[in-house]
């Protein structure tokens, strides 16, 4: 039999179906008909039952195969599987950096570098970010051809520790602040301390510190050096160096040509050469060439408890064991700081006299305006002075009645610094002046212990004994 005679046979078209073996996808196989019946769509329907795929099947596909088609169909995909997309792993995204290291800053317009500020101390506040947690996801199931769901993986949760002084946001979605403090890192987690605490001095291997919270230095302060914090603690000397504290400065030791600034106490062992400003009380055993301003009382009755050369100036009482020196060093004793006081209290009452003689002059003016556009038309000028009696009488009300209680209170403070008194309990030496409300003493003598005061007729007098 020749080829001819194979042209003669006659077959019905077949349909052949591919199935992957984690029934992720079926494909078809169609071959055309030779002279008998052509594949059908519910042929390869039939096919694919028998072979397990019925679902997710492309009936536009199979449709493509079967209608009208003259070519054989070589693996043409008719099914395909919903694949399943497995979670997202959880992501901690940290503001701050995890690896912070002690570097000068460098000045970004001049390019000098600044040695001193290491940055030691990162501040942050309470509720400030540290931290943003982005969750896993569980993922979504899929589905192959046969129906069957296809299991997805869950993503892992974000792995974080909360370190003392942080905590979780209402919704978990952030670590926050939980006080204000200096933030650093420790192992695994960030920590806020409410305390920095050096361990030995504030020097060229610390750099200057500012903190929002409280410092223990267990050394000293190098010279140059700068330490700024809530509450200060200083183990030993601070020696050319400034310190800064809203709440107390506490040196152990001394402070030697130093700056220190507190808006409340301070208490030290003693203090040379130094500038001190006090918002509360003073206590020490020495002060010796110090300028000093303290907003409360000055006591230097520990120890040797002197009070030798520069100027202390005390808006309440100033007591110490000695003040002055055998070789009579000119030493100033202000209590009350008046003069700029009473020179300030005397313009506030001249400027208060003259607005207060303009206010009464336009209220007058414009009261009368009043009275008199009840009865008749006011012209355009005399309804123009009127609006402008208004509106410094509504402008300056409140500026004389600010100007009033500021009165009061300088005058109240003016009393109260009569009653001032300078407390030697030991000696009180020549070279001592004092000041005391608007009156200056010279002390001629030398006088054990005694109380200086101001008398009723502003003349500053002693009387023997400490009491």
Known sequence: MGANNLDTVTF??????????????AKIIVTKPNGGKA??????????????VTAHINEDAIRECVDGSDENIGGRLVAEAIPAVDGLDGEVNYSFDTKAELKPAIDEETGIVNFRELGKVRNIKKGALIATIKPNTLGTPGNDIRGNEIKCKSGNPPKYALGTGTMLSNDQSKILAASDGNIRWEKDRFIVDTVVTISGSVDASVGNIDFVGDVIIKGGISDGFRVKGKKVEIK?????????????????????YAKLSCE???????????????????????LINCEVLCEGEVNVVSGKGVIIGGECIAYHNITANQVGSESYTKTT????????????????????????ENYNKLKTLYEKLNSLRNVQELTAQQEHARKEAFLFIMNERNTMMEMTAKIEQNEKI???????????????????????????????????????????????????GSK
């Open 414 to 464: 003016l009393a109260k610094s009569r009653l001032l008194q300078l407390v030697v309990k030991k000696r009180c030496y020549p070279g001592v002046t004092l000041k005391l409300y608007n009156t200056v003493y010279e002390n001629q003598v030398e006088n054990g212990a005694s109380v200086y005061y101001l008398d009723s007729d502003n003349e500053v007098k002693f009387r023997a």
């Open 236 to 256: 030993q000397n601070v020696n050319n160096a400034t310190v800064e504290a809203s709440e107390s400065i506490i040196i152990s030791g001394g402070a030697v």
């Open 264 to 286: 409340k106490d301070i208490k030290m062992s003693f203090s040379e050469n130094s500038t001190v400003y006090c918002g509360g009380n003073l206590e020490t055993k020495s």
């Open 333 to 356: 004793i202000n209590l009350g700081n008046t003069a700029v006081l009473m020179k300030s209290h005397k313009e506030l009452k001249d400027n208060f006299k003259t607005l207060s």
């Open 12 to 25: 019905d078209g077949q349909v052949t179906v591919l199935v992957d073996d984690d029934y992720m996808w």
């Open 39 to 52: 594949v059908t769509f519910e042929d390869v329907m039939r096919e694919l039952r028998s072979s397990g």
